[in-house]
């Protein structure tokens, strides 16, 4: 076990989560952590571009990809959201209070060298290729995942 | 602590976090590790036998039963689950891909031996009786998670 | 690490997570460890007074306040909330099987010296103050979060 590693698997795609995993994740980094997080499901959302990226996909695929918010700018709160204007809210508030956009956190993992790792499986069955997806992931599966949380010390379910 | 020993505490009883619930437990199980999975509140549901089983209940309990999914087969998406709609579709979609379903997980987590243990205190709130959950399971409280937990070098909560 | 020494991040502001959160909490206390809880985002309602002290506070500050509940008392289910009769439903049942309430869990909680830790970030997005919540509780960022994640052996989000 190592100290300086820790492991989050963000399972969720709601904004609110989304920001909880993406600060712990910095905040880590930070103070000189390594960091994997293992995006799945619904978290895989938060990784999507904004633009609409043709590929092909099955029907139900297609419908999955067209429901779902494409990217960390549309994602809404996992409670209060009230078709979005939580969200909004939550995004205002932020701002009037120096707290770091979801963008930010986003952009700040990858500089940090945090590892972002997209799961295969819940790709394959949302739908969702590559190249839907924002630049500097890993692809890889849940034995992946094991092995790099055997090496840490603080491994979280988002 | 042993690098091969993980918990799960399984507290949803959506379909989506349940089948990602036994993904890791059974990834972890096939590398050699011993798991122990947690079942407490709605996570109970994956667990009752799909057919009705008559037992002594408060009018209260009896309530809860009703209302609640009897079993992994009639469990909801945590989102987009539209009245079940939306996991019938996700359903079809993990068949298309070859994604084991839920009650093919639930059999290769009894067939690696993975340890299934029911939160007797939620078994309690709930008013269910062993005779209403599938074969296999183990009756524990929460101080035989935490002696499992203080073995384990990777711990989730679901 | 510390065998001893176990965190729970509390972002769920749910009436069942937070039940969970404090019997994992307390029964760790109870066997001996020294346990940390931070809450965050939903679960900072769980710390509200009951009552309503007026305090300075922007707009949509003053909106949040009003819209989320105003402590443990007042806390929904996560689901089958259906506008506060399923929490009600949920506390009957566990009265009669002599389950202690979220507010003698809380109790308890204090009595055995868990030391509860309130996200200074969070605080300032939902505009609470100090004044607002209830004794006892220290207020940091996810830096101390970190430092005592690091040191303990069970570390869990929910």
Redesign the interface.
């Known amino acids: 076990?190592d100290?300086t590693k820790k492991t989050i698997?963000v399972?969720s795609?709601d904004l609110?989560?989304a920001m909880?995993a993406f600060?712990?994740a910095n905040?880590?980094a930070a103070?000189g952590?390594d960091v994997t997080m293992f995006f799945?499901?619904?978290g895989l959302n938060i990784l999507r571009k904004r633009e609409k990226i043709s590929a092909k996909k099955?029907f139900?695929?297609g419908?999955?990809g067209w429901?779902?918010p494409r990217g960390a700018g549309r994602l809404g709160l996992?409670?209060?959201n009230f078709g979005g204007m939580g969200a909004t809210?939550?995004k205002?508030?932020?701002k009037?209070?120096n707290?770091s956009s979801i963008e930010e956190l986003i952009a700040t993992a990858k500089e940090q060298g945090i590892k972002m790792v997209a799961c295969t499986?819940s790709m394959?069955?949302?739908?969702f290729k590559p190249e839907e997806m924002i630049d500097g992931l890993e692809y890889a599966?849940?034995?992946t995942?094991?092995g790099e949380?055997?090496e840490a010390?603080?491994?979280?379910?988002?």
């Open positions: 076990m100290k698997i399972f795609g609110d989560k909880a600060i712990i905040g880590a103070m952590d799945t499901f619904w099955s139900l695929q419908m999955f429901m779902m996992s409670r209060m809210m939550m205002m508030v932020m009037q209070q707290v499986m394959d069955v949302m739908g599966g849940v034995a995942y094991l949380a055997d010390n603080v491994n979280l379910f988002i």
